[in-house]
């Protein structure tokens, strides 16, 4: 099938690459002309893995190219993916202008044969016919070009489009991953033409074809209408947001008890009612999606005359935890004044370079205002030009330079590569040797015969 992916961040470009990849001809669309440029010369702009090999070999096989030129990707596909940011507003709110635009222009270029217009991006419950209204608007406007200058008028009241709400379920570490080996599917949208065409699009996913268990049973497809889609993306979020929370206010309640989270966490996860993923404790949640996410449902609860109480806990508990690792540092060193403090991972989970909202941030600033010298040192930013673009922070090339001259670490992001330092080493080159193990994820005896006092969260 033809297929058109507008905005090529983290969602867009490991759509465009996987459909290309199960055989769909593909255009990627982005207004960054930087980044298209780059993305034409075959290296992707984020590090997701397996992503480069595949958009690689796509891009040889001429089922994938990348332009700036919405009108062209327009005309290209039957089926056009919306997949631009939608960040969040100081409110809390959706920034939705960038699925404005995009809806708009499309509307503006919409020409030819029928088409659906997909909403990948996270859009606030009632969006899809909020894109509809928009792309008739953009065809309107097109209707008031004067005949003769550019594309022939289309006709307003006879459209040529639906709207399908296709939410995203990847995790940034293992998009690809993810993308072929879906939980499920879910499709909202009432004309069963733009539903049969979506099924048509994911039908090799869906069997399994690119999974990494191709004997699995095939993915479950939900059809939903267009505002229960988008509230199963924000409801997923916000309930893996709240397991978070939940299991972090069990764990501040072990420290003071004196149990420990991780073995409670077992013994929790093995109710199969419950289950054990999303289970572990640590300085709290961020990325560019659980944060703004379960802000938005809150902000749209409100809207409508909702308290969202638990929503409300659920953010105000990932606030507090993500100050806890400071806590802990002042208990440790008392003053921070003066004090060096290096923080083992920077990005807000490993394998991504995404530092959106990411906990060490929070920290940095923190850090900063109590007087201390903060570096870090982490497997991406560390060895990318992302390394001159931090504040508040020396990023070093190796743990070892690292650990040199500092008071404490602060282990951040579980990258797997921390599992197995020589922390013998980097005790020795400390001025103290203390570890706060922010995610509960190296081994506290290996630590201490290491030669570091070790403090885990709840652990
Ligand atoms: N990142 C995730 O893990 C994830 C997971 C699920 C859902 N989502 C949702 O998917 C959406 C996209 O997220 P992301 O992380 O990929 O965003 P991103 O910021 O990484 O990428 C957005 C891209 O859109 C481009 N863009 C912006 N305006 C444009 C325009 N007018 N025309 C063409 N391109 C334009 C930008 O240049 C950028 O490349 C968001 O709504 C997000 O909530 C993200």
Redesign the pocket.
Known sequence: MRVCV?????????TGVSLSHIGHDVIC????EE?VKLMQSGQS??FEPGLSELMQSSMEAGRLSFS?D?AAGVAHGDILFI?????PLPTGE?DTR??E??AR?IGEHLNGGYKVIVN????PIGSGDWVRMIVMDGISERQQVPVGVGAPAAKPEDPMFDVVSN??????GS?VYDTFNPDRIVLGGSNPKAIAMMKELYEPIVERQFAEDKDAPQVPILVTDLSSAEMV?YASNAFLATKISFINEVANICDRVGADVVQVAQGIGLDSRIGSKFLQAGIGWG???FP??VSALLHTADDYGYEAQLLRATIDVNTRQRLLSLEKLQQMLKILKGKTVGLLGLTFKPDTD?M?DAPSLILIEHLNRLGAKVKAYDPIVSQSGMRNGMTGVIVETDVERLADGCDALVLVTDWQQFKDLDYGKMAQLMTTPNMIDGRNFLDRKTLEEAGFTYSGVGH
């Open positions: 507008i905005g090529t961040g983290y969602v867009g470009l490991v669309i982005d207004n960054n980044k702009p984020i700036s919405l997949a631009v940011g939608t960040p959706s960038y699925v635009a995009v222009g990948k991006s996270t859009v939410p995203e379920f990847l995790r940034e998009a993306k990325g560019s999606c703004k996410d995404d959106r």
